[in-house]
C-alpha cells in the first residue's frame, strides 16, 4: 500500500466523508520518562486550557447525513488518582466513565479551537458502503454500552471500551485503513515497569517519589508495553504532510477499496468476557 493512503490535491464532490478532528494539548507532552510526563502533565493541567491531554473528534458525512460525535469522560480524576489515590501508571489502565459528545457541544468547541494553533485535520473519502459500515459501527458501540468505558489502554474493536484517540482511529481500523505508516507517526509505546503500576492491575499504592526515580522499563524488566494513539503527533503530522504536498487540506481517497464485511469487534459482544481485565 502506498504511503499512508492515496492523496487527493482537491476535495472533489462527495456525500460520504469522514474527518478526524486534532486538537493537540496546550503545552505538549514529553513521554521520554515517567518524571517528564508527570511534569508536562502538570504543566498542560496549569495551562488552563481545553483539552489538556489533547483530543480527537470524529465527523462522519453519510449521503450529506453528518453525525459529529468524539469519546470523553465527565470524571476524569487523573490527578487525584496519581498523586492521593496511589495507582502510579495504573492510571492508565483505569476505566473512567464514558460518554458519547454532543454535536452542538463539539461544534462550539471547534469554532473556538480552529482560531489556535492547536488544530488540524484529516479527511478521507469513502465509499457509501464504508459509510453505512461505519454507522453500524457507531450504533453497535452505544447499543452495547461500550462507549460508557473510557480509558487510554482500552481497545475499542476488543470491546473494552475506548479513550478518545483509539475511539476515532477505530473508525479507520474498521475499515482496514489502518496502515504500518499510521501506527510509525501517530502513536507512542511506553514500557512502564510494574513496580510503578498500581490499581486496577496490581493491588499495591505507588508513591509520587518512586515515579520520579524510575525510568521507563528494560526489555529485561518486568513491565507493561502501552501503545496508544496521540493527538500531539497526529496534528504535527498532518502540518508536515500538508507543507511537504504543498497543499491546504490534507485529504485522502480510500473509497476504492472494499468495505470489509466481517464484523469489526473482536470479542462476543452479548457476554460480559469482554470487560478489560487484569493478567
Avoid at 513521554?31 to 480527537?56: C, D, R, V, Y
Avoid at 496519581?82 to 454532543?102: A, M, R, S
Avoid at 522499563?217 to 502501552?226: F, G, M, N, Y
Avoid at 452479548?270 to 487484569?278: D, G, I, M, N, V
Wanted: hydrophobic share 35%; glycine share 4%; aromatic share 12%.
Amino acid at each position: 500500500m502506498p504511503l499512508l493512503l492515496f492523496f487527493i490535491s482537491f476535495l472533489r464532490v462527495s456525500a460520504n466523508t469522514l474527518t478526524l478532528h486534532a486538537i493537540k494539548s496546550p503545552k505538549g507532552f514529553d513521554w521520554t520518562s515517567p518524571q517528564s510526563l508527570i511534569n508536562s502533565s502538570i504543566k498542560n493541567k496549569l495551562a488552563f486550557e481545553s483539552h489538556f491531554m489533547g483530543h480527537l473528534y470524529v465527523d462522519l458525512n453519510c449521503q450529506y447525513k453528518r453525525s459529529l460525535t468524539g469519546m470523553t469522560t465527565k470524571n476524569l480524576n487523573f490527578f487525584e488518582l496519581l498523586f492521593w489515590d496511589g495507582t502510579g501508571f495504573g492510571i492508565f489502565y483505569h476505566t473512567f466513565t464514558g460518554e458519547i459528545e454532543k454535536e452542538k457541544e463539539i461544534l462550539q468547541d471547534l469554532d473556538t479551537i480552529k482560531t489556535t494553533d492547536r488544530y488540524e485535520k484529516i479527511t478521507f473519502i469513502i465509499s457509501e458502503a464504508q459509510c453505512s459500515k461505519l454507522k453500524t459501527y457507531q450504533e453497535q458501540l452505544i447499543k452495547y454500552k461500550i462507549d460508557q468505558r473510557y480509558g487510554l489502554a482500552h481497545r475499542p474493536l476488543m470491546a473494552e471500551g475506548a479513550g478518545c484517540s483509539s475511539y476515532a482511529m477505530s473508525f479507520l481500523d474498521v475499515l482496514n485503513q489502518v496502515t504500518f505508516e499510521m501506527k510509525k507517526n501517530l502513536t507512542v509505546t511506553i514500557k512502564i515497569p510494574e513496580a510503578l503500576i498500581g490499581e486496577p492491575l496490581f493491588n499495591k499504592r505507588i508513591s509520587l517519589l518512586s515515579l520520579y526515580q524510575k525510568e521507563w522499563a528494560r526489555d529485561d524488566e518486568k513491565h507493561r508495553s502501552l501503545t496508544f494513539w496521540d493527538p500531539d503527533k497526529m496534528v504535527d503530522w498532518a502540518r508536515l504532510e500538508k507543507k511537504r504536498r504543498q497543499t491546504q487540506e490534507l485529504i485522502f481517497d480510500i473509497s476504492h477499496y472494499p468495505a470489509p464485511q466481517e464484523n469489526p469487534f473482536k470479542q462476543d459482544l452479548k457476554h460480559e468476557s469482554y470487560l478489560l481485565k487484569s493478567k
